[in-house]
């Protein structure tokens, strides 16, 4: 897949799916209305939010620039991904979305929200235990079995990967 095609499909996988689990769920649930906690409290959802932004974002152009496809299982890479913040976590997008979440429960003072982000966490790793790690290892065999067994899932190492 060209790199075009690969960020034009990573756009719009971007906006389907982080959009609408991180985006229009919360929205749906709370309308944006905030609630009324201690504002110190509140102001603490900004680090996760942005944080989860910026790792989100990030992976999505590592899968056009590395990977040559896109995190959708439609239009997947022509190369495992396991550079930038790969080589710490094999899941960054989804501990970001969980983080961007768990900051907007905060920013909003609104619990259902980190009821939601658990509830959105737990569906999205049994998507990677159970569909996302067997395709992986189908389609990248011992190259993908190296990297799984030396980078977390989950909690990010503290030093990179750096493969082999």
Request: charged share 15%; with cysteine; glycine share 12%.
């Amino acid at each position: 897949m060209r790199k075009p095609v690969a960020a034009l499909g990573s756009t719009l996988f971007l906006a389907l799916a982080p959009g609408t689990v991180a985006v229009l769920v919360p929205w749906w649930l709370t309308g944006w209305r905030a609630g009324d906690w201690w504002p110190p409290v509140r102001l603490l959802g900004v680090v996760p939010s942005a944080a989860g932004a910026v790792v989100l974002l990030s992976a999505f152009t590592r899968f056009v620039r590395e990977g040559l496809g896109t995190p959708a299982p439609v239009a997947p890479t022509e190369h495992l991904v396991v550079g930038g913040l790969y080589r710490y976590v094999r899941n960054p997008m989804y501990v970001a979305v969980v983080a961007v979440i768990g900051g907007q429960a905060l920013l909003l003072a609104r619990p259902v929200l980190l009821l939601y982000g658990v509830c959105a966490g737990l569906l999205m790793a049994a998507f990677a235990k159970w569909y996302e790690e067997p395709a992986l290892g189908d389609r990248f065999g011992a190259e993908y079995e190296r990297y799984r067994n030396a980078v977390p899932g989950w909690w990010p190492r503290l030093r990179p990967w750096r493969g082999g």
